[in-house]
């Protein structure tokens, strides 16, 4: 089954300790992203990428950071500088069509949570 | 700036009755995509549907049915006869047509379906 798969679905961490959330997918897409969800808000863009060995900051991108060295593969670290990691992680693809949108397909998420 | 709203926070119906989602949104550009996406309490968001700013004719997939406006820029969702299994949050989101196809997701609305 085609689809997108996050680990671990919850984790634990330390102040002070980095952390890496997997996200990989087998959709073939071009595009992945990561959103942060904290409770009662919508999602918020962490990063984005188009293209292998290329990505963009998103809208909250101060504390995190990204690779994608693989097309399939696209890792969040969370850093120690990150002020408030608490909250849940969502990581999505989807195609890229020049002048369409398609819809991003999501995985179920990491819940992260900082001791 | 684009922007999407939300503005109920939480609604809940008894079982059978109907109840529509709404959603409003700002954008200076004439091309874009609008979404809805369902969350249920597992966490992984579920695509729902697409619309491209073209397209106001409204539609209808099972007992779900979407109202576009260019006119009051809104995007509502209708559920018709809701059942247990609607009970979610409920995601507005609003894409440029092209570029970094960014999401902008509203607050999300949190549908509770009463037995």
């Known amino acids: 089954d085609g689809g997108i798969t996050q680990s671990p679905k919850y984790l634990f961490r330390k102040e002070g300790q980095n952390v890496t959330l997997s996200c990989e997918q087998n959709?073939?897409?071009?595009?992945m992203y990561w959103y942060r969800q904290d409770p009662g808000q919508g999602l918020r863009l962490i990063y984005y990428?188009?293209?292998?060995?290329?990505?963009q900051k998103g809208d909250i991108a101060e504390g995190y950071s990204v690779s994608r060295e693989k097309k399939e593969s696209f890792p969040l670290t969370v850093t120690s500088a990150q002020k408030n990691p608490t909250a849940f992680y969502l990581c999505?693809?989807?195609?890229?069509?020049?002048?369409?949108?398609?819809?991003?397909?999501f995985g179920p998420g990491t819940r992260l949570t900082v001791l | 700036a684009q922007k999407v709203t939300q503005a109920q926070t939480e609604i809940s119906v008894v079982e059978k009755e109907d109840v529509t989602l709404d959603c409003v949104y700002e954008?200076?550009?004439?091309?874009?995509?609008l979404f809805w996406y369902k969350q249920p309490p597992s966490g992984e968001l579920v695509f729902l549907i697409r619309?491209?700013?073209?397209?106001?004719q409204n539609e209808i997939s099972g007992r779900y049915s979407w109202n576009f406006q260019k006119s009051t820029s809104s995007f509502n969702f209708t559920i018709t006869a809701s059942q247990v299994v609607d009970s979610a949050v409920y995601f507005c989101a609003l894409s440029e047509a092209w570029g970094t196809y960014k999401y902008i997701f509203g607050t999300g609305t949190r549908l509770k379906v009463l037995a």
């Open positions: 954008t200076r550009d004439t091309t874009y995509y």
């Open positions: 619309r491209n700013s073209f397209d106001e």
């Open positions: 959709l073939n897409h071009d595009a």
């Open positions: 999505a693809s989807s195609e890229l069509r020049g002048q369409v949108t398609d819809e991003q397909f």
């Open positions: 990428s188009q293209i292998v060995n290329d990505f």
